[in-house]
């Protein structure tokens, strides 16, 4: 077969979906590359992550590191990321005038702070590799078969055929079915990346009240995450609880996200050296009132909160402090429980965890092993990261990687 008579369709329009196709039709260029998106606006997830700038990448260029930010696909990604990481992504967008800035955390956004720059330069690579775009072409089904390899059927009536097939859908629901349809397994998907509803007196009317490090704890799961944590009018948020709920999806779907949380709002400190701190305020500033008088970095109204949660009143000074009460702040201030009733959403990430059984995909071409002409990318895989743009990073090296192979000649 010649390359001027390959077929490749691109079934989703999202980031993945274009990243394949531009992939596939530069580096192929007499292959005829059809991106095919049901919705009528593409790229609809890009615009509207990261609160609107579009987290694109992570400042993070050492595979070995990178990994370890994925909850599951990690392991399947390292050789993926030696062939295209986050520092290939940041050369791609420069190369066609988008450059992109990094931010205290690692995130990467473009300089312009807009998502719509990433969405334009996208569009307009795939046009000038001559991806031919349609939207509002909405699949019904997809038959497998030898000559053509697919036939796509819309919901139009129309019936598309092509020798490759790319599977980008995202976490669309018919993406799973077609690919089941198509012999693969599916691991069960389940939210991942989300808020903590907490419906506790000592966090009511905190919202907007956040501490720069602690330690968020599943004992259940045994799963723990330290950072950033921002205390909702519903709860728990901030970079260590979405990277828990991350870590914890399975778990936390299992258990129909009702279980303990514990927080240790500290995490800098032993116990014993808490304890000694405490006990030298109590020596040195004994007759200030201990509701006044926050010796540990964390706001002052948490700090009221969690004296009144130990059972000391508002205006008991230090030297009046029993040690049962130390004893009882001290389990406050490290290992307070915390009950999860549910969840909440994470406005800026929609992620999914579950997608296609990775061990039914040859990572070095992203071909199917069960369906000849097959291809995937982005998050139909069941690969997810913890926010701060690694699913985005995913997104683009399984793209990446599957364009290169799909218009491949060599390709059985």
């Not at 050369?91 to 807009?114: S, Y």
Request: contains cysteine; charged residues 20%; proline residues 5%.
């Amino acid at each position: 077969m010649s390359s001027q008579s390959l077929k490749v369709v691109v079934i989703g329009g999202g980031a993945a979906g274009f990243f394949g196709a531009i992939a596939c039709a530069k580096t192929h260029p007499h292959t005829q590359v059809t991106l095919l998106e049901a919705g009528r606006e593409p790229l609809a997830k890009v615009r509207i992550s990261g609160g609107g700038r579009c987290n694109v990448t992570h400042a993070c260029f050492e595979p070995a590191l990178l990994v370890q930010n994925y909850p599951r696909g990690g392991k399947a990604l390292r050789g993926a990321f030696t062939r295209f990481q986050c520092r290939d992504t940041v050369a791609w967008f420069e190369e066609r005038g988008v450059q992109l800035k990094t931010e205290e955390d690692g995130r990467m956004f473009p300089i312009t702070d807009d998502s719509a720059t990433i969405v334009e330069c996208l569009m307009r690579a795939a046009h000038r590799a001559g991806v031919e775009f349609r939207n509002g072409s909405q699949v019904s089904s997809i038959y497998h078969s030898p000559d053509p390899s697919f036939k796509i059927e819309l919901k139009s009536g129309e019936t598309v055929t092509c020798d490759r097939l790319l599977l980008a859908t995202g976490s669309n629901p018919m993406g799973y079915k077609w690919a089941k349809n198509l012999g693969h397994q599916i691991e069960s998907p389940v939210p991942s990346l989300f808020t903590f509803n907490v419906p506790d007196e000592r966090l009511k009317e905190l919202g907007g009240v956040s501490v720069a490090n602690a330690r968020v704890r599943l004992s259940a799961a045994k799963l723990e995450q330290t950072g950033p944590v921002l205390i909702t009018h519903w709860g728990l948020s901030g970079p260590a609880v979405l990277k828990l709920s991350a870590w914890g999806a399975r778990f936390l779907h299992e258990c129909r996200y009702q279980t303990s949380l514990l927080i240790n709002w500290l995490p800098q400190y032993k116990e014993e050296e808490l304890r000694q701190m405490l006990l030298l305020v109590k020596s040195q500033l004994p007759r200030r009132a201990i509701s006044t008088s926050c010796p540990v970095p964390i706001p002052r109204r948490l700090w009221e909160r969690l004296i009144d949660a130990a059972g000391i009143d508002n205006e008991k000074r230090w030297a009046e402090l029993p040690n049962k009460s130390l004893n009882e702040l001290i389990q406050q201030l490290i290992q307070g429980k915390y009950e999860i009733t549910g969840k909440g959403i994470f406005k800026e990430e929609f992620v999914t965890c579950g997608g296609v059984n990775l061990k039914e995909i040859d990572f070095k071409t992203m071909e199917s092993r069960h369906c000849s002409g097959l291809y995937f990318a982005g998050e139909i895989l069941d690969i997810d990261g913890v926010t701060g743009g690694f699913n985005f990073q995913s997104a683009w090296t399984t793209a990446w990687i599957a364009g290169q192979a799909i218009g491949n000649t060599q390709s059985p």
